[in-house]
């Protein structure tokens, strides 16, 4: 069986907005249109796809609750590790983001949690010089 491949999607009730937060934010660029429901974004390592889906729509045929775009937290979420936090975090904040806290130390680097403009939770991670091998035991013994 072949490797598979990571897609992500991330529904938004407005197109030309969420392109724009994610663009400035995030240094994402536009890639390919799927008509004006759905656009590519490029620039990290699996491409993410918005998708235009209304408020209250359900996520499936027969969906129980609706599409809320109000704050709301997934257990499935998007990090995006990020060479120097500060600036980053400053221009995602400027491109309409929301800062939730403050920065976060870990023994494997830093994480700053913010909210896009449609609700969704997401990171910026600054990874220290062993990143996650910090939390192994016995990293930086070697």
Request: glycine residues 14%; aromatic residues 8%; charged residues 25%.
């Amino acid at each position: 069986m072949p490797e598979a491949r990571l897609l992500v999607n991330v529904d938004v009730p407005d197109l030309g907005a969420a392109e724009r937060f994610y663009t400035a934010a995030l240094g994402l660029r536009p890639g390919r249109r799927f008509g004006k429901a759905a656009l590519e974004l490029l620039g990290v390592e699996a491409p993410i796809y918005l998708l235009l889906k209304a408020p209250g729509s359900p996520p499936f045929e027969g969906g129980g609750e609706g599409r809320d775009y109000g704050r709301h937290w997934s257990p499935i979420h998007l990090d995006f590790a990020v060479d120097a936090l500060e600036p980053a975090l400053r221009r995602a904040v400027a491109a309409g983001a929301l800062h939730e806290g403050k920065i976060h130390e870990a023994p494997w680097g830093r994480l700053a949690v913010l909210s896009d403009p449609f609700g969704h939770g997401l990171c910026l991670l600054e990874f220290g010089p062993h990143g996650y091998d910090a939390l192994v035991q016995g990293a930086g013994k070697r």
